[in-house]
Structure formats: structure tokens, C-alpha cells
């Protein structure tokens, strides 16, 4: 699977999901975000500095956009706009414009309008690397920073649920430490040894879950049979759960950097999914993000 199949699949759907994006007066926000409309991925409702905005909509087409309604609002009033739409029903996804995260967050997790369910809300991303014949799922890179056993078990959760609105069938999900042994002074390889059992239980559903494997048994069928490591993930994982927030930040901007990996991100736990993206992520890579999010929602909801 490739991204880009993703976006096929997205652009295909006769009935366009609705975004409502938080502050979307940047060029790079408004660059992704005309490209997914005039590509038939989604329609927009666009909160923020309505002349801004409409300035840059106009360097890109001087025709009617009926798919994109701009909202002008003050840059505070913005996300709690976007994150009401969600709430009302008048869009199915919410993006992270031009304004700060946890500005975003706190509209999220207002108690009246807010986008609440319950579950932890955790980081998503899809890279397709150059060489891999699949996916790779990392979470979380951007959410939680030192999540513990139930946290990890609901970023788990949340990563296989999306993992599956993408289309795949029983993603295979490793649970990542520096070794693949459990070793009581690690506690990474004590949580991905539960984590492993909860699986076995039904406590943690729609994948297959086994750990702990370092980063290369996981991925390399090579590096598992080297080091005598068998089993239905090892070798073969779509999912990498990591430890902590340094780990999957360093993974994250390594895939990036070095590898140079296309990237789509979701936050996910919510009532729908959130499109939230680094402000140094490129125009191409909130496009993805968007094609992603779609992805999910279409499968989810049927549309």
C-alpha cells in the first residue's frame, strides 16, 4: 500500500467529507488544503482572518469555490469554531491551522462543545518509505509523553482502529524497546510484555500485538530470523508503537530527514479525526495528512 493509493481511494467518493481547519489563514495550510479541494478530496470550512484568507485563495484560482467557506473569525475564536462545526455535525474532520497545539487541545477538550470521548488522544503517523513494500504506522510522536501501561494500551487500540479505517486487514502491531528480551530494569519490555498478553485476551482487539522487539527485528524479516526471533508480527510489522515521546519525535523526524519518507499524521481518540501537523511539515505532507484523515472517515462512517 501507498500513500497515494490512499488518496486514489479518497478522491474517489461521491459524497466529499467536510473539514472545518483552525486558523487557515497560511500559505502552506491554504496551498494543502485548495489542492485536496480542486482534487475532489474534501470540502472546507476555513475559520480565521476571512480577507486573509480569501487573499490567499485567490492566488491559486480567481473562479467560485462553492466547496470552500471561509468563516472570519479572530485568531482565539478560531479553533473553537473549527472544533464546533465538528460537534454540530457541519464538518467530519477537524485541522490544525495556523495556530498553537494546545490552543487546539483546549477547544478539543472543552466539556460543552468539545470533541471528547473518553479514550486517550494519541498521534498517528503513516510513512511510506522508499524500499518497504507496506505502511509504517508510528505512534505515538506527539501526544503523550511518558504514557503508562493503560495509556499504551489506548494508543494501541487507537492505532490498530486506524490502522484498519485505511484498509488493512489485522494490522500487525510491534511494541518496541532497545532489546527483545523482558528485563525486569526495562520497563519497556515489561509494558510490551502486557501489552502482548492483553492482546491474547481480547483486551486489545483488531491486530495482532507482540513484543518486545527492537526496531530492527520488527521491521526485518533478515533481523528476526538472525537473531532467532520468530512469530506473526516479527519481521513484519505495519505498527510501531514506541516507548515514550523522545523516542517516536527522534523515529518521526528520522524517516524524514534521513530517509526521506512521505508522512500523513491523525490524532486519534477523538469523535473525529484531527489533521495535526508540525509547522515545518511541508504543504505536501498536510495534503497527505488530509487524504488520510479522509481515508478514515469514509471507511468509519460509510460515506
Not at 76 to 86: C, L, P, Q, R, T
Not at 294 to 301: R, Y
Amino acid at each position: 500500500m501507498r500513500l497515494e493509493h490512499l488518496v486514489s481511494q479518497a478522491k474517489s467518493q461521491k459524497v466529499k467529507p467536510v473539514i472545518a481547519v483552525a486558523e487557515a489563514g497560511d500559505q502552506e495550510v491554504i496551498e494543502s488544503v485548495f489542492k485536496a479541494y480542486k482534487e475532489g478530496v474534501a470540502h472546507f470550512i476555513l475559520f480565521g482572518n476571512g480577507e486573509k484568507i480569501s487573499d490567499l485563495l485567490k492566488r491559486h484560482t480567481n473562479e467560485s469555490t462553492p466547496g470552500l467557506k471561509v468563516i472570519s473569525t479572530d485568531t482565539s475564536s478560531a479553533a473553537i469554531g473549527a472544533v464546533k462545526a465538528v460537534h454540530n455535525g457541519d464538518a467530519d474532520i477537524l485541522m490544525k491551522g495556523h495556530v498553537s497545539t494546545s490552543v487546539l487541545l483546549k477547544a478539543v477538550l472543552h466539556k460543552e462543545f468539545g470533541l471528547r470521548t473518553g479514550k486517550v488522544l494519541s498521534h498517528v503517523a503513516a510513512f511510506e518509505v522508499e524500499g518497504f513494500d507496506r505502511l509504517i504506522f508510528v505512534t505515538d510522536a506527539a501526544m503523550n509523553i511518558e504514557p503508562d501501561l493503560n495509556q499504551k494500551a489506548q494508543i494501541l487500540q487507537n492505532a490498530i482502529d486506524f490502522a484498519c479505517q485505511t484498509g488493512l486487514d489485522q494490522p500487525k502491531a510491534a511494541i518496541l524497546a532497545a532489546v527483545e528480551q523482558v528485563n525486569p530494569a526495562m520497563k519497556a519490555t515489561l509494558d510490551a510484555a502486557s501489552l502482548t498478553v492483553m492482546s491474547l485476551r481480547n483486551q486489545i482487539t483488531g491486530g495482532l500485538v507482540e513484543g518486545p522487539l527492537a526496531l530492527d527485528n520488527a521491521i526485518s524479516l533478515e533481523a528476526a530470523e538472525h537473531k532467532g526471533i520468530s512469530g506473526n508480527v516479527a519481521g513484519q510489522a505495519d505498527i510501531l508503537l514506541v516507548p515514550t515521546i523522545e523516542t517516536g519525535n527522534v523515529l518521526y523526524k528520522s524517516l524524514i530527514y534521513f530517509a526521506r519518507a512521505k508522512v500523513g499524521a491523525v490524532i486519534c481518540g477523538a469523535k473525529a479525526p484531527i489533521v495535526l501537523t508540525s509547522r515545518a511539515d511541508s504543504a505536501e505532507s498536510k495534503y497527505l495528512s488530509i487524504a488520510l484523515a479522509v481515508k478514515s472517515v469514509i471507511n468509519d462512517k460509510k460515506l
